[in-house]
């Protein structure tokens, strides 16, 4: 994938991180598909041969904007905690926190009910023709991928301590290298009932049995309800607009509303005359993301626990005395509260009807809980890590309840019109990444594929902030007399970003995808 040239079609367009997985997104296109259809096909590709990332036992999100009714849709394909779950159980327990890895980290997967909502409100296929792709890489192998490989190897004493895990993901005890290649067969015929009986099978059906007994066996609470009582919601999504364009994210349970708080702080300053990666241009959105992560440390929660609205924390009269804190020349360790009033794999996906879709998938942490099903491959995610022990905390763990998720779909409209799906991999540097590369098209002018490539900030906590090598010797000295401690960052504490544009002009799209990682945009 370059660094500076964007991917153009006309017909239809797929961007991920695995060009396997990208194909078989187009390849669905071209027999008729539509985005929905191509971006499930994509996300299950990626969930075989990116499984430290992605899988069946995660979580999902989608922002798809219909052609049709000429409006977005959100989709909350996230799970929720055990019944048997409570505060007493965690302090019984000890934990100082919530586990981050282990049964106890667990939540119900909810990607698979996911899929099947989409498809069944919008898709054109159903699974057993969106999932055939899936299952051939898992029956027949695929070689492994050169970064997907170090990041299985990073797990591999994880994956050597779990039965389920060392079972289907090590050969002969080791973790795939490079150009191997690599198969799962029980995965393959997992992956073949959910396509032939559908999300009943998982929720309701066999593999929700294996997955209790296997919870059991390890001292978890789950139980048949859990998976029964399982449901995809359709929310509202939440929208900003910004420099006259109107940046739509999904809802709590996601940090979606960070970037947008970002956005308006950042819409007071005059950035594109400052310049893309100039001192002041970082040094403000550093600033915007410390007092935007303030408000989503102390406010987000399951939408249906929230103390606070979001109508009042992006209030403009709010966003002013948040924008006034900033200092421009000084960095700030921490800011004081303004009140209110009353691991993962982004895939985004477009089609000549003029649908468009930003759906993300994660296990969150590498290979999530470490926790495999063995009989069925699944690996568990690990989303529960999230939940605070906190008792007045709008998060803190509860029976049934979903956690804090940093999984963020975006989308752009201008006058009503698609205008791009963007998103990412990266934990807490979603929104950072998401918003720079906003000003990148909004601001600097740049394209799909540049705002991609762009040189980031990662900002860590307190003054620490992590800068990619990119950015000018003179910029980190600058940044560093104003009180920022600048640290280096490994490529993967930037993110993985894709994004699909559509030109105003032709109607033709536009894609990038992020040469950190090893995906691409395709089209035809």
Known sequence: ???????????????????????????????????????????????????????????AFCLFYSAKDKAIRALDASGRSPYATSMAFCRDSNFPEMPQRGIHSVTIPGAVHGWATLLNSHGTKKLSEVLPAAIRHAEEGFPVAELTAEQWKESEARLKADEGAAINYLI????????????????????????????????????????????????????????????????EPITANYRGYDTFETPPTTQGFVALEMLKILEGFDLKAMGANSTDALHLMIEAKKLAFADRDRHLADRDFMKVSL???????????????????????????????????????????GNLVSF??????????GV???E????????????????????CIAPHKRCVHTLMPGMILT???PYAALGLKGGHVQPQVQVQLIANLLDFGMTPQQSISAPRFNHIDGLKVGLEPEIPKSVKEDLTRRGHQVVDGNPESFGGAHMIMIHAESGAFVGGSDPRKGGCALGF
């Open 1 to 59: 994938m370059s660094q500076n040239f964007s991917v153009v079609a006309k017909n239809g367009m797929v961007a991920s991180s695995q060009p396997l997985a990208t194909l078989a997104g187009v390849q669905v296109l071209i027999g008729g598909g539509n985005a929905i259809d191509a971006a499930i096909a994509t996300a299950a590709v990626l969930g075989v041969v990116e499984p430290s990332s992605i899988g069946i036992g995660g979580d």
């Open 360 to 369: 993300i998938q994660s296990n969150f942490m590498g290979f999530g809980s």
């Open 372 to 374: 495999v099903e063995p």
């Open 415 to 417: 006058n009503g019109k």
């Open 172 to 235: 002969d005890g080791r973790t795939p290298k490079a150009g191997e290649i690599f198969r799962n067969p029980r995965m393959a015929a997992t992956l073949k009932q959910i396509a032939a009986q559908g999300a009943d099978y998982f929720y309701q059906g066999e593999i929700a049995a294996k997955l209790v007994r296997c919870s059991e066996k390890l001292g978890g609470l789950f139980a048949l309800k859990d998976f029964a009582n399982h449901r995809s919601d359709w929310v």
């Open 311 to 353: 109508a009042d924390l992006l209030a403009s009269k709010r966003v002013e005395r948040l924008r006034s804190q900033i200092q421009t020349d000084r960095a700030t360790a921490e800011y004081r509260n303004v009140s209110t009033g009353t691991d993962t794999e982004y895939v985004a996906a477009a089609d000549r009807e």
């Open 376 to 395: 069925t491959g699944i690996i568990l995610q690990n989303r529960g890590h999230l939940f605070s022990l906190e008792e007045n905390h709008p998060n």
